[in-house]
């Protein structure tokens, strides 16, 4: 019942009760007061589980099996260190998303044209069914490698998460697996081929707080982190220890997270980041500052500087004894080496000025030069570079291209300094279902599932960079036939090219998809089945604080506020439906009740080493009664200090930090590459000309503008699109410059359609200076909505008024990680 009805019932029998009073009757004046028609609110913990790093604890307060408010955590004093994890947004509009109209209430089944979205209700039993003969049928007849799991992550549960399917996947013989994921994939593999690292090794945010230069490309932790105990709120704890630090911050849009505390902000055309990185290089080289400075540190620590270190770690390589490293010195070439690319000198012939790099990037060679002045001049330089750098049609060179400035300073392994990857995190550990070993060994990019869809039975690992193959040119040997969909909306809305995606789900032969989801998603529609998921607030589980929540670790015991409503059931529940049907049922549950394995579970969690000091209660339903528990995790990580400081070879072939990559020198030689302009791989990082590039004059006519997409406050990637608070509160609008605006007659608010040949979508315009000329902006997640109305596209298809920018992007994986160049995007726009 709402408070606002409540009220009213209260004053209506307050009402009643004074005129029965007034009765002349003592008989009737003595009559019992009415009862009041609810009872007590009850409070319950649960947690906000989507895919932006945070999982904060939510306050949901209930009253007779309906949830009536909720609220963030303000249960200790908010000192940092042990403070309050205050929730966003999202987090606080959990009720409205719970009771969304599109909630999901009953399994279905398609009854219309894929992606129609016509289905009718089903029992659980037909269901359950349907999808485990689908699946059997699937597995007798193209075997289990037909079978995928597609890329989701809108629900961090720890025990009824969607792993919960990778385990009945894996009882029935296993699936096809896949590596990478949307966010970081180009930045992995540069991480990997540079450091040895994950790319999410650098410096721990609190360190900013010995820094005496801050560089930041593509960093806005403001937006992307904003949880009470995120990175965003480390940063700025660590500014505020800092007052007087330099912070300079590089980026196509001025965002939430300069504001006033950067120095300097220099807009930078997307996708030129390796330009920018390759001037400021030339400038620590070319005046003679690395030679004087840093040139000990290079030689003891890296490979590729020069063709001396390429040419004694070759011979390493080939007296090693090892055939893959042999293998590879066949293919290191000295002359290959990193400056004299950048001097333009030996093998090359155009040195990586500042007025070279103007031209492409946009920033001044004036600007350039201060940066690299800055660097030199640091003692403690701090670089970090954000995810959207990765996102380009050849990211791993964007990325590695970058990480050499803080290999040139020289200062890697001190506190304050870091080498451009993500800020290491910590946090409490818990213990999650086991999803057990997969007996299928391919692998293939999580990117390229759509084209497996049509072609995987063609795959290589020459061709597509598969893994898990004998040899370069086995074949995967079989199409994609069968996909389970779950927290997941990569199934079309945040896949490249919305259109060409959906096309092929809707000419594939022989495939069935089920989707298992909260809410009516775009993805969902296109299902031959559909499972109701119950929301976090109807969930028993564990949960930790995920992989981005800074210095603060915690676990929420979550307890479900109401029961699953409608015909709802756990992930976990759904599965076990699966399993029994498939005969496999006693070996997925092992005989347990959800309240037994979260017990057990439970005991696991509280005796990791992760989470020591921590008082913890005896039993998970006592842990529930307290809801959050929370450890300083007292984070001190210094980049490579290890490495530098402590001897412990690097995990790259050669155990240093490889300016020359030796494994992509010879990935170049194998790979098959030159599909498209940029699909290629050097041994050492080159700024790239790419399609739909600043520099591809063969769209830049047709298509003048370059989209940079972003995160917004209102959504994380595309969860809680679905809630009208946060669409009014974050508008989803094309941002643009006013020059740009007045040239093509436009005032804010008007409605244009941004368009190239993969697709148009329908957005209004918000004028604004915090975005650089001839680059517009959009937040990415909006969901895909076909105009029903006759709006069409050049190619006659309906335009999206819904406004996914993914309407918009190419599905043409990267060179390296095969991974998402989804930031790569020309368009024109018109006046709708």
Not at 202 to 221: C, K, M, Q, R
Request: glycine share 8%; with cysteine; charged share 20%.
């Amino acid at each position: 019942m709402e408070r606002r009805s409540f009220l009213k019932m209260s004053a209506a029998l307050g009402c009643a009760a004074t005129v029965s009073g007034c009765n002349s009757s003592s008989k009737d004046a003595n009559v019992v007061p009415p009862q009041p028609p609810v009872s007590a609110e009850k409070v319950n913990w649960s947690s906000c589980l989507v895919n932006c790093g945070s999982n904060c604890p939510i306050k949901v307060f209930s009253r007779d099996g309906v949830i009536t408010r909720v609220e963030t955590d303000h249960e200790v004093e908010d000192n940092y260190g042990l403070h309050q994890i205050r929730a966003c947004a999202r987090g606080r509009s959990l009720r409205q998303r719970t009771y969304a109209p599109d909630r999901l209430k009953t399994p279905m089944k398609r009854v219309g044209e894929r992606g129609e979205g016509k289905f009718v209700p089903i029992s659980w039993d037909e269901a359950t069914q349907t999808i485990a003969d689908n699946l059997q049928r699937v597995i007798n007849q193209y075997g289990n490698k037909a079978v995928f799991r597609s890329y989701g992550s809108g629900a961090y549960y720890g025990f009824a998460s969607n792993a919960n399917f990778n385990r009945l996947f894996n009882l029935v013989g296993g699936c096809l697996n896949a590596y990478g994921n949307y966010s970081w994939a180009q930045m992995m593999e540069a991480a990997k081929h540079t450091f040895g690292t994950y790319c999410t090794d650098g410096s721990s945010t609190n360190t900013i707080e010995d820094s005496d230069f801050f560089l930041g490309v593509a960093y806005n932790p403001n937006e992307i982190r904003q949880s009470g105990s995120g990175e965003g709120y480390d940063f700025i704890k660590a500014l505020e220890k800092n007052p007087d630090l330099k912070i300079v911050m590089i980026d196509p849009r001025y965002t939430d997270s300069m504001l006033g505390k950067e120095g300097q902000w220099l807009p930078i055309r997307p996708g030129t980041d390796a330009a920018f990185a390759e001037a400021v290089a030339y400038q620590m080289i070319s005046t003679g500052w690395v030679d004087t400075h840093s040139l000990d540190f290079i030689n003891k620590h890296t490979v590729g500087f020069d063709a001396a270190s390429i040419e004694a770690q070759k011979a390493k390589f080939a007296a090693s004894g090892d055939a893959k490293l042999v293998e590879y010195a066949k293919h290191m070439n000295p002359a290959d080496n990193y400056r004299d690319y950048i001097l333009g000198q030996g093998i090359y012939t155009e040195p990586r000025t500042p007025e070279w790099a103007e031209q492409v990037c946009g920033i001044s060679a004036q600007a350039i030069r201060s940066i690299a002045d800055d660097l030199m001049n640091a003692q403690r330089p701090y670089i970090v570079i954000g995810a959207g750098v990765n996102r380009q049609a050849n990211g791993e060179q964007n990325m590695r291209a970058l990480y050499m400035l803080s290999v040139l300073t020289g200062k890697l392994g001190q506190r304050g300094v870091s080498n451009g990857e993500l800020p290491y995190m910590s946090g409490m550990g818990r213990a999650g279902i086991p999803a057990l070993s997969n007996p299928v060994k391919e692998s293939i990019s999580f990117f390229t599932w759509t084209e497996a869809v049509e072609n995987g039975a063609n795959f290589t690992a020459r061709t597509h960079a598969i893994r898990g193959t004998k040899d370069l040119d086995e074949k995967l040997g079989t199409n994609i036939h069968f996909i389970f969909s779950a927290s997941d909306s990569s199934l079309l809305n945040q896949h490249a090219e919305i259109n060409n995606t959906a096309r092929i789900l809707r000419e594939a032969p022989d495939l069935f998809i089920v989707s298992c989801d909260c809410w009516m998603t775009p993805g969902a529609k296109f299902a031959d089945i559909i499972l109701p998921d119950t929301s976090w607030l109807e969930s028993n589980d564990l949960v930790d604080n995920s992989y981005a929540a800074g210095a603060l670790g915690y676990l929420t015991a979550m307890s479900a506020a109401v029961e699953p409503m409608w015909d709802c059931k756990s992930m976990y529940e759904a599965a076990a439906m699966i399993a029994d049907k498939m005969g496999v049922g006693a070996s997925f549950t092992e005989g347990k009740t959800e309240a037994e394995w979260l017990e057990e579970l439970y005991q696991k969690t509280i005796v990791m080493s992760k989470n020591s000091g921590v008082d913890f209660p005896a039993t998970y339903a006592e842990a529930q009664k307290v809801g959050v528990f929370r450890k300083d995790m007292n984070l001190n990580y210094v980049a490579l200090d290890s490495f530098v400081n402590g001897g412990k070879p690097l995990s790259t072939p050669s155990g240093k930090i490889e300016i020359y990559s030796a494994e992509l020198a010879w990935r170049a030689v194998n790979w098959e590459q030159n599909k498209v302009k940029g699909d290629t791989i050097t041994a050492i990082p080159q700024y790239t000309v790419t399609w739909d590039g600043y520099e591809d004059n063969e769209t830049a006519q047709e298509y003048p503008l370059q989209l940079a997409t972003y995160h917004t406050k209102g959504r994380t990637h595309s969860s809680y699109h679905n809630v009208p608070w946060l669409r009014e509160a974050v508008e989803d609008a094309l941002w643009m410059n006013q020059i740009d605006a007045d040239a093509y007659g436009l005032g804010a608010g008007d409605q244009v359609v941004v368009y190239n040949a993969r697709g148009a979508i329908q957005v209004p315009v918000k004028i604004t200076p915090r975005v650089a000329p001839n680059v517009v902006a959009l937040g990415q997640g909006a969901w895909y909505l076909a105009d029903t109305k006759g709006g069409k596209d050049a190619q006659g298809r309906p335009i999206d008024i819904g406004g996914a920018v993914n309407t918009l992007t190419r599905y043409m994986p990267s060179p390296v990680a095969k991974g998402n160049p989804q930031l790569t995007i020309r368009v024109q726009i018109r006046k709708a």
